[in-house]
């Protein structure tokens, strides 16, 4: 295979975090790991509280390392302190002691792919619906796989089947979106990612994607003024700041690839 060009590389790196923090936000099975291990009590500092809630779930699991929900919120709460490896491994173990634990399948599937491993992400998640009863959350999720895999034409299908489940949902259009960044096709992008920003129900990841490409298009100006927009001050210059810093690595292909997700660049706790 040729080397990717600078910009396949830069979006290849981050596209994997942005795709399943998009596809996968507010699915009960595979929901959002931060928002579902941090405790409410601890909203103060959700740092703090979300390293309580993983010891106490990892405390919970150590008891019974069989009880599937005490395996699934310690894998959860292990991908989101950053412990990839050993959420993969955990949930690995959780899918042998109940192979036909859709929920375990789907956040395994997840940590899978965050480990790059991502044909086995995709078959993981493969088990983890049925076609006579798909998710479309994980539909979209395996459709980012594909991607990774530089399988575009193929991802799409997912989408697409995604989208005839729920038509319009921004979640979906914005890993579209992204798909065609991957291949290089930036106005299609926009297209697809001004229709998930235009839906009313789209969060702000979908605002980053879409600044981002319009930069990547040399719109700066413009970029800057949606990835800022409604925002605090100094939220607002950090997200711009971000920006700058993703389209200058685009333009230095020896200044490496970023590792932040590309579409949350206010990184929200």
């Given at each position: 295979m040729r080397q990717q060009s600078s910009l396949a590389r830069l979006l290849a790196s981050a596209a994997v975090t942005a795709f399943l923090a998009a596809g996968l936000g507010g699915c009960q099975t595979m929901s959002d790991i931060t928002g579902s291990v941090a405790s409410k009590a601890d909203t103060t500092n959700p740092e703090a509280g979300l390293r309580h809630s993983v010891e106490a779930a990892g405390e919970r699991y150590r008891a019974n390392p069989k009880d599937a929900d005490a395996a699934l919120a310690f894998g959860q709460g292990l991908r989101a302190t950053g412990q990839r490896a050993q959420a993969a491994a955990v949930l690995e173990q959780a899918t042998i002691a109940h192979p036909g634990n859709k929920a375990l399948l789907a956040a395994f599937g997840r940590a899978l792919a965050d480990n790059g491993n991502?044909?086995?992400?995709?078959?993981?998640?493969?088990?983890?619906?049925?076609?006579?009863?798909?998710?479309?959350?994980?539909?979209?999720?395996?459709?980012?796989?594909?991607?990774?895999?530089?399988?575009?034409?193929?991802?799409?299908?997912?989408?697409?089947?995604?989208?005839?489940?729920?038509?319009?949902?921004?979640?979906?259009?914005?890993?579209?979106?992204?798909?065609?960044?991957?291949?290089?096709?930036?106005?299609?992008?926009?297209?697809?990612?001004?229709?998930?920003?235009?839906?009313?129900?789209a969060d702000a990841r979908v605002r980053q994607n879409l600044g981002l490409v319009v930069g990547l298009q040399g719109r700066f100006a413009e970029a800057e003024s949606i990835v800022k927009a409604d925002l605090p001050e100094a939220e607002a210059a950090e997200n711009v700041a971000y920006l700058k810093q993703m389209l200058s690595r685009k333009d230095n292909p020896r200044g490496g690839a970023g590792t932040g997700p590309m579409a949350s660049l206010s990184r929200p706790g």
């Amino acid at each position: 295979m040729r080397q990717q060009s600078s910009l396949a590389r830069l979006l290849a790196s981050a596209a994997v975090t942005a795709f399943l923090a998009a596809g996968l936000g507010g699915c009960q099975t595979m929901s959002d790991i931060t928002g579902s291990v941090a405790s409410k009590a601890d909203t103060t500092n959700p740092e703090a509280g979300l390293r309580h809630s993983v010891e106490a779930a990892g405390e919970r699991y150590r008891a019974n390392p069989k009880d599937a929900d005490a395996a699934l919120a310690f894998g959860q709460g292990l991908r989101a302190t950053g412990q990839r490896a050993q959420a993969a491994a955990v949930l690995e173990q959780a899918t042998i002691a109940h192979p036909g634990n859709k929920a375990l399948l789907a956040a395994f599937g997840r940590a899978l792919a965050d480990n790059g491993n991502f044909q086995q992400a995709f078959d993981t998640l493969s088990r983890a619906h049925s076609a006579d009863n798909p998710d479309w959350r994980i539909l979209s999720v395996q459709g980012t796989v594909l991607d990774q895999l530089g399988r575009h034409d193929e991802a799409r299908r997912y989408y697409a089947s995604a989208l005839n489940i729920v038509p319009g949902e921004p979640s979906v259009l914005s890993n579209l979106g992204l798909s065609y960044v991957l291949s290089k096709d930036l106005p299609k992008a926009e297209e697809v990612l001004r229709q998930a920003y235009g839906s009313g129900r789209a969060d702000a990841r979908v605002r980053q994607n879409l600044g981002l490409v319009v930069g990547l298009q040399g719109r700066f100006a413009e970029a800057e003024s949606i990835v800022k927009a409604d925002l605090p001050e100094a939220e607002a210059a950090e997200n711009v700041a971000y920006l700058k810093q993703m389209l200058s690595r685009k333009d230095n292909p020896r200044g490496g690839a970023g590792t932040g997700p590309m579409a949350s660049l206010s990184r929200p706790g």
